[in-house]
T-cell receptor, first 111, second 111 residues
Framework: DVKVTQSSRYLVKRTGEKVFLECVQDMDHENMFWYRQDPGLGLRLIYFSYDVKMKEKGDIPEGYSVSREKKERFSLILESASTNQTSMYLC??????????FGAGTRLSVL | QKEVEQNSGPLSVPEGAIASLNCTYS??????FFWYRQYSGKSPELIMS????GDKEDGRFTAQLNKASQYVSLLIRDSQPSDSATYLC???????????FGSGTQLTVLP
């Protein structure tokens, strides 16, 4: 079974803090994705990566950056957290251009 | 204009009935289509994928694809209260690596 692991289920941070969300997949998938999900707005793509050290902006990259130093790990970074970044963050991975498998999600609250 | 459209619902059906969920998409070059189920507070999980016109059945679930009319649907037969969830339609367009998600349809199966 594909396993996508997100490092934290719940996080509480203060405005202005630097926040790291980590995601690890164990299936040697080339593609990895970061989404945020908010009520009424659905799933929105923040960034994705199709290879090590490669990244592409999604629909809402502002305020975020990513890092992919190893194939299995994709990190989402909030350089200076703001209250409007309070959300559910979902990581996903896929092989080729196929099915995406999701992690359990990280619910981030920025106070 | 949203690229993948779903009725947001909520859709309510009695236990044992057929639930019909619909999704339309705008990109005629779309090649792969997916249905995800998401329980409240959980991450999306894949329940069906379909790549060619026609029907694809898996247990109580049937996915239907009509590329000429640019719609994909999901039928759930003998609906159970445990099917109550939000169902997300996702489309892989052209040469894209990332999925485009609809906003989801909330389904409630009444005992």
């Amino acid at each position: 079974d594909v396993k996508v692991t997100q490092s934290s289920r719940y996080l509480v941070k203060r405005t202005g803090e630097k926040v790291f969300l980590e995601c690890v997949q164990d299936m040697d998938h080339e593609n990895m994705f970061w989404y945020r999900q908010d009520p009424g707005l659905g799933l929105r793509l923040i960034y994705f990566s199709y290879d090590v050290k490669m990244k592409e902006k999604g629909d809402i990259p502002e305020g975020y950056s990513v890092s992919r130093e190893k194939k299995e790990r994709f990190s989402l970074i909030l350089e200076s957290a703001s209250t409007n970044q309070t959300s559910m963050y979902l990581c996903a991975s896929s092989l080729n251009r196929n099915i995406q498998y999701f992690g359990a999600g990280t619910r981030l609250s920025v106070l | 204009q949203k690229e993948v459209e779903q009725n947001s619902g909520p859709l309510s059906v009695p236990e044992g009935a057929i639930a019909s969920l619909n999704c339309t998409y705008s990109d005629r070059g779309s090649q792969s289509f997916f249905w995800y189920r998401q329980y409240s507070g959980k991450s999306p999980e894949l329940i069906m994928s379909i790549y060619s016109n026609g029907d694809k059945e898996d247990g109580r679930f049937t996915a239907q694809l009509n590329k000429a009319s640019q719609y994909v649907s999901l039928l759930i037969r003998d609906s159970q209260p445990s099917d109550s969830a939000t169902y997300l339609c996702a489309v892989l367009s052209g040469s894209a690596r990332q999925l485009t998600f609809g906003s989801g349809t909330q389904l409630t199966v009444l005992p």
